[in-house]
């Protein structure tokens, strides 16, 4: 820290900078006083005023502590006068921190106390003149079966948000929640997490901000070097001891010497990047030697609490190359022989994916769009002899079912069990096909990275939008809470209409046979349902 100016009131300066406060106060955390000497990269974030900020970092590196130290210090000197909303993914993590964080914390700083003041409700607190919320982001219901909702996040008008460990929270409830602030003046967000899957949560925001890295001076050469940006090339070792080097002249560099350098600065969200290479309490030989060798093979573990980097494993995500290296020169033709099956996911607009069998192991994309209404995808269905199609049973289950009935081809509703196992089950006395929804997802990802199985038309920029909604899911291991019980579900990562439109297509093309030629004669082709295991059967070489 650097000498006070005489001249500045230090009354009025812990008012105007939390980080002194706490500094200057002697704040205690976890039984250890404040101080800049370990975390001189927390100095930064914490005198930061930007509206948004986001933080991408590992585990252990000390930024839920950063949000409590602005949280109560803007409580106490009147910054939040609506109030601030602290967001967990769950109650459980809310009492978690309420008792093991915030209330030890309470305890044992007076200059804190003394503005604290009890009410009824364990997750409301007081403090000066404002009401600081604890919540959970865990939705409370579905509204129609669709609409996610949370009664604990409604009625609460806030000046600030702090979602505390954003990617385990859902994307809808982040976005329910942001609805709190949106009558306030002053309109604060800090996000922080260590972050999952690449482009989801945390870390999506943060590469949509500024991008700050701590870039640590060299003392011999004067270059700087970013940790995490250059490992593993940064970790070196001599005689058996491991260390951070300069990427220059390879000396030792130390994260004290460091400081924040956006990569694209005067974005609107402030952004902080920061992993375990820098915290002094971890050795950096440990990292790479986890980085080299993971624990039972789990090097996202390692990417993400480790180095607070997203990861996932190829085989876990489609990618929009995977789904443009697919593109032929044909373009797409306004109508086809057929016959073709059909696929369409309902929301605020209908995805249209209509497919057909150049021959018994392929199918050929012919057409994908987005309509208004059922009447615009009868007459794209008509022009291409669509002779089987499957729609989403929900949201709009009767104009689905009225669609179903007007039709003269074959129609089933799609219904998504996720408790369902060993293929696709075809009701024909309700017209609703049950099918598990990790299983297609899988199907359709088999789909397009297995060569020759999926053919599309030429590129264009419709072709662009499939190929972006395509490879917004991610495969994730999820872990139930109550049971401890580990199942693959796939994350929503952005936009996915299409690709619930090709799950849907290709359940569809169970039921047409191989494509007619020009001087075929006109009949329907077809073939057994034989539904699939992780793969349509029909689609085995």
Not at 322 to 336: E, F, N, Q, S, T
Not at 490 to 510: C, F, V, W
Request: proline share 5%.
């Amino acid at each position: 820290m650097s000498k006070q100016n005489p001249n500045i009131d230090p009354v009025k300066l812990r008012e105007a900078d939390a980080w002194y406060w706490a500094y200057a106060n002697k704040l205690q955390l976890m039984g250890n006083t404040f101080s800049l000497k370990g975390h001189e990269y927390q100095v930064d974030v914490i005198q930061c005023d930007a509206q948004k900020q986001v933080a991408k970092k590992g585990a252990q590196m000390g930024f839920s502590e950063i949000g409590v130290i602005k949280t109560l210090h803007g409580m106490i000197y009147n910054r939040y006068p609506m109030g601030v909303l602290y967001l967990f993914p769950t109650k459980d993590d809310v009492t978690d921190f309420s008792k093991g964080r915030f209330q030890p914390l309470i305890d044992t700083n007076n200059f804190i106390r003394q503005y604290v003041q009890n009410t009824d409700a364990a997750n409301i607190k007081r403090i000066g003149k404002a009401l600081l919320y604890l919540r959970g982001a865990r939705a409370s219901q579905k509204i129609g079966g669709v609409k996610e909702s949370a009664t604990s996040l409604k009625s609460v008008p806030v000046d600030r948000i702090v979602f505390d460990e954003l990617d385990e929270m859902s994307p809808s409830m982040v976005e329910l929640a942001r609805e709190r602030i949106s009558h306030s003046t002053i309109q604060e967000e800090f996000a922080l997490s260590t972050p999952t899957i690449p482009d989801f949560g945390v870390d999506k925001l943060y590469n949509e901000s500024d991008q700050r890295v701590w870039m640590i001076k060299c003392e011999k050469c004067g270059e700087y070097t970013c940790l995490e940006l250059e490992f593993p090339n940064c970790i070196l070792e001599k005689d058996g001891r491991y260390y951070r080097a300069c990427k220059k002249c390879h000396a030792e560099i130390h994260p004290k010497d460091g400081k924040w350098v956006p990569l694209y600065p005067g974005r609107e969200w402030v952004g902080w990047w920061i992993s375990q290479l820098n915290s002094v309490y971890v050795d950096p030989g440990k990292i790479l030697k986890l980085f080299q060798d993971p624990p039972n093979g789990n090097l996202a573990e390692v990417y993400n609490s480790k180095l607070g980097m997203a990861y996932l494993a190829a085989e876990n995500r489609l990618t929009i190359n995977d789904v443009i290296a697919l593109c032929g020169r044909d373009p797409m033709p306004y109508k086809h022989l057929g016959p073709c099956c059909m696929g369409v996911d309902v929301g605020r607009e209908l995805h249209v994916v209509i497919g057909c069998k150049p021959n018994m192991h392929t199918i050929q994309l012919v057409y994908c769009g987005r309509m208004s209404s059922f009447n615009d995808v009868h007459d794209v269905a008509m022009r291409h002899n669509v002779k089987s199609a499957v729609i989403d049973l929900k949201p709009e289950i009767r104009k689905a079912r009225e669609f179903q009935e007007a039709e003269t081809y074959e129609i089933f509703l799609c219904d998504y069990q996720e408790e369902r196992r060993g293929g696709p089950l075809w009701n024909d006395n309700t017209g609703v096909v049950a099918v598990n929804r990790t299983e297609i997802c899988d199907a359709t990802h088999e789909l397009v990275t297995t060569p020759g199985k999926y053919l599309l038309p030429r590129y264009c920029k419709e072709i662009q939008e499939y190929a972006v909604e395509m490879s917004n899911m991610a495969k994730i291991l999820d872990t139930d809470e109550v049971t401890g019980l580990s199942t693959y579900r796939y994350r929503k990562l952005g936009p996915d209409h299409y690709r619930h439109a090709t799950n849907y297509m290709l359940l569809a093309s169970e039921n047409i046979g191989i494509a007619r030629k020009k001087n075929d004669i006109d009949k329907h082709y077809r073939t057994p349902r034989t539904g699939y295991g992780g793969a349509l059967d029909w689609m085995a070489a």
